[in-house]
């Protein structure tokens, strides 16, 4: 059985060793420290402070542990491997809605990676989806949960 790989940019790779890096030297000790104050208030059973601690204790370890695996089964793309003008993770595409819509500009990443106030939108979404693979000049159809429409790819460039 194969694990799921993370595709992701080398950038993306490096902001989540940093966040991981943050969380274990920083928010961790944080947690440690506000367990161990709580604990001294007394009686564990009707300990508010307490069991906020612990339940923040464990956010805290599942989001390491899912940054960890991440970091783990991260698969680097190379945004150049598909050609220049070619859309790929790691790309920036511009694109126009068709007939006569606006441009709207987009940097394709993987899904750890994804921040779409950011323009920065997953490989996984509908609209990267539909783009990767394709060239300046092509017009694609894009099929959304809201509806289906066509672009027209304007510029590709490396992120």
């Given amino acids: 059985m194969s694990e799921q ?13 940093a966040e991981l890096e943050d969380l274990k030297l920083n928010k961790r000790p944080e947690v440690i420290s506000r367990i161990k104050v709580a604990r001294s208030f007394g009686d564990l059973s009707e300990n508010s402070e307490y069991e906020s601690a612990k339940n923040e204790q464990s956010i805290l370890e599942s989001q390491i542990a899912k940054i960890e695996n991440m970091i783990r089964y991260a698969e680097i793309v190379d945004p150049d491997a598909l050609g220049k003008d070619t859309v790929s993770i790691g790309k920036r595409v511009k694109f126009q809605e068709l007939p ?15 921040d779409p106030l950011g323009g920065k939108i997953s490989n996984e979404s509908p609209i990267a989806n539909a783009l990767i693979g394709k060239k300046v000049g092509d017009e694609v159809e894009i099929e959304t949960p809201g509806g289906a429409f066509s672009v027209r790819i304007l510029a590709v460039e490396t992120a």
């Fill in 5 to 17: 790989t993370f595709p992701m940019t080398v950038e993306g790779k490096e902001r989540l060793e």
């Fill in 100 to 114: 006569d819509g606006e441009e709207e500009e987009y940097e394709i990443v993987g899904k750890a990676e994804a």
